[in-house]
C-alpha cells in the first residue's frame, strides 16, 4: 500500500476520512464537508449513536451534493487527549474499515484543533503509520482467496496544513512498521519453513542495513558449554544456532556498553518428550515470537538510523520428541556453570535464554538487557491477553518500559519477584530445576532467569498471551502482532539514543 501526503483540500471523489472531536464537535473539514453536503454530516450523526469517541467510525455512503463515494467520520476523542499514538490508531482504523471495502484510495484530512498535543504535521505523519500498519496481511499460502475478500485498498493520502514535514517525520516511522512487517512475517511462517537455519538466514539479511550478525552453530556452543541450549534442541533433526546482532548507531560514543535484547526463538514447540496436546499445538509455529521481536527491534534501530548501540541475541532451537531428545530427569549445564535439572522438556525456553542472556553478559557487557519470550502458559491466565508480564531487578527500567508500552499500546503488567519464589525452583539433585510446582508459574520461571543474571539492569517480558491475537485492533490485524517491537523501539527512542 502507498502512503503519500499533500496539502489538505477537500477531494472532488473517491472516499474521504474526516475526524470528529468526542461530544460530536466537527473538525474544520468535517465542518466544510457538512455544509458541502447540505447537512447531511450532521443529520448522519443525528440519527445514529456516533459521538466521537476515539476510533468510533460513521459512514455516510455516496453523500448527497457530491462525487464522493463515502464519507468516513472518525471518533477523536477528547481533544486534550489527542496525541501522535491517538492519530496512528485513527489512521488504523480507516484503513481496517475499507481494507476490503472495494474502494482503492481514500483520502484522509489532518486539521490543527486547539489542545492536541502535537501539531498537524506530525499527527499525520502518524496517521500515515497507523494506516500502513494496520494494511498488513498475511495471505501468502491463500490460493483460493475470493475476490471480494482480497484487499481493494490501494492508496492511502493524508492531508494536512504541512506536508511536507509530515513526509519527513514518517520516513523514521516507514522503517519501524517494515521492520514489524519483518516480524509478523516470520511469526506466521510455518515450522517447515521457519526453522533454526532459516531463522538464522533472516537474521544474516540484516547485514544489507549495517547489522554485524554472528552466527554460532554446534560447535561455537559446545566450546561455550552451553548444555542448556543444546539440550533443547537435541531431538531436533535441526540443529540449533545462537546469533548475535550489533548494531552501532554510535561508533564515536564514550559509552560503550550497549543496550541489548535477548529473544527466545523456539522455531516449533511439541513441548519435547514432555508433549502437548495435540489440540492446538499448530499454534506453537510462534513460539520464537520473542526472538522474531529482537530480529525486527534491530531491523527497526538500523532502517531508521537510530544513534544507539544495540545488540539483539537470539537462541534459535527445534524441540521435538525423538530418540536422541532430552529427557525429564536429566541434568544439564549451563554456560554459567551452574546445573539444571530437567524436570518438564516443554520448559525449554529458560533453558535457550539461560545460556542466551550468560553469553550477551560475557561477551558485551550490556548496559541493560531485556528479553522477550512467549514463555508460560500461566501468564495467559494471570493477564489473559490485554497485558505482556513484566519482571525486573531494576525499578527504573521497570517504569520506562511501562510507560513505553502504554503509549504504543503495547502494555505491561508488572509481577513480583521474591526469594520464596526463588526456592521453588531448588533441586535435590542439581543447582536448580527448570520448574516449580503450578503455583505462580510466570513468577518461578523469571526466578529461573534471574539466576543466570549478574549485576546488570534487567527485565524479562513474558509476552505469550500477545504474539498471536485472534482478532483485529487499530494497529494489529488478527494474527502475528509482532508484539514488542514498537514498544522497545520507543523506549530506545525515549530513554537510549543520542539526540544531540
Not at 127 to 134: I, N, P, S
Not at 291 to 316: E, F, S, T
Amino acid at each position: 500500500m502507498r502512503i503519500a501526503f499533500a496539502s489538505a483540500e477537500l477531494p472532488k471523489r473517491g472516499a474521504v476520512a474526516v475526524g470528529v472531536i468526542e461530544g460530536r464537535k466537527l473538525s474544520p473539514s468535517a465542518a466544510q464537508l457538512d455544509k458541502r453536503t447540505g447537512g447531511a454530516v450532521s443529520r448522519a450523526m443525528a440519527a445514529s449513536r456516533f459521538t466521537g469517541k476515539s476510533y468510533q467510525v460513521l459512514t455516510i455512503l455516496a453523500p448527497a451534493r457530491t462525487r464522493l463515494s463515502r464519507i468516513l467520520l472518525v471518533g477523536l476523542g477528547k481533544a486534550d487527549d489527542l496525541s501522535v499514538d491517538v492519530s496512528a490508531r485513527c489512521g488504523g482504523t480507516v484503513v481496517g474499515n475499507l481494507l476490503t471495502s472495494g474502494e482503492s484510495e481514500v483520502t484522509i484530512l489532518v486539521d490543527t484543533i486547539k489542545g492536541a498535543k502535537q501539531p498537524a504535521g506530525e499527527r499525520a505523519a502518524h496517521v500515515g503509520y497507523g494506516a500502513k500498519l494496520r494494511a498488513y496481511r498475511f495471505d501468502k499460502y491463500r490460493t483460493k482467496l475470493k475476490a471480494e475478500d482480497k484487499p481493494s485498498l490501494k492508496r492511502v493520502t493524508v492531508m494536512s496544513d504541512d506536508p511536507s514535514s509530515a513526509k519527513q517525520a514518517f520516513q523514521s516511522l516507514d522503517a519501524v512498521a517494515d521492520a514489524v512487517f519483518m516480524t509478523r512475517d516470520l511469526v506466521s511462517e510455518p515450522g517447515n519453513i521457519i526453522y533454526p537455519k532459516t531463522l538464522a538466514d533472516a537474521c544474516r539479511s540484516l547485514t544489507e542495513l549495517g547489522v554485524k550478525v554472528d552466527v554460532l552453530g554446534v560447535s561455537d556452543m559446545k566450546k561455550l558449554g552451553m548444555g542448556a541450549l543444546l539440550g533443547v534442541g537435541q531431538g531436533s533433526a535441526h540443529e540449533p544456532y545462537l546469533v548475535a546482532m550489533q548494531w552501532s548507531g554510535k561508533p564515536g560514543s564514550k559509552v560503550k556498553e550497549p543496550v541489548a535484547f535477548i529473544g527466545k526463538g523456539v522455531t516449533f514447540d511439541t513441548g519435547g518428550i514432555s508433549i502437548k496436546p495435540a489440540g492446538g499445538m499448530e499454534d506453537m509455529k510462534w513460539d520464537m515470537g520473542g526472538a522474531g521481536a529482537v530480529i525486527g527491534l534491530m531491523r527497526a534501530l538500523a532502517g531508521r538510523k537510530a544513534r544507539v548501540n544495540a545488540v539483539g541475541i537470539v537462541g534459535l532451537v527445534e524441540n521435538m520428541p525423538s530418540g536422541t531428545a532430552q529427557r525429564p530427569g536429566d541434568i544439564v549445564t549451563t554456560m554459567s556453570g551452574q546445573t539444571v535439572e530437567v524436570i518438564n522438556t516443554d520448559a525449554e525456553g529458560r533453558l535457550v535464554l539461560a545460556d542466551a542472556m550468560w553469553y550477551c553478559q560475557n561477551r558485551f557487557k550490556p548496559r541493560f538487557m531485556i528479553d522477550l519470550a512467549t514463555l508460560t502458559g500461566a501468564i495467559i491466565i494471570s493477564l489473559g491477553h490485554e497485558h505482556a508480564g513484566l519482571f525486573s531487578n531494576n525499578d527504573e527500567l521497570s517504569q520506562r518500559l511501562l510507560d513505553a508500552g502504554k503509549a504504543v499500546g503495547e502494555q505491561l503488567w508488572r509481577l513480583p519477584l521474591g526469594d520464596a519464589y526463588d526456592r521453588a525452583i531448588d533441586s535435590d539433585a542439581a543447582d536448580m530445576k527448570n520448574v516449580g510446582d503450578r503455583a505462580g508459574g510466570s513468577i518461578t520461571a523469571a526466578q529461573f532467569l534471574q539466576r543466570f543474571v549478574n549485576k546488570v539492569p534487567w527485565a524479562h517480558l513474558d509476552i505469550a498471551g500477545m504474539a498471536w491475537s485472534k482478532k483485529d485492533a487499530p494497529l494489529v490485524p488478527k494474527g502475528a502482532t509482532a508484539f514488542g517491537v514498537r514498544l522497545l523501539e520507543r523506549l530506545v527512542a525515549d530513554h537510549y539514543e543520542d539526540k544531540s
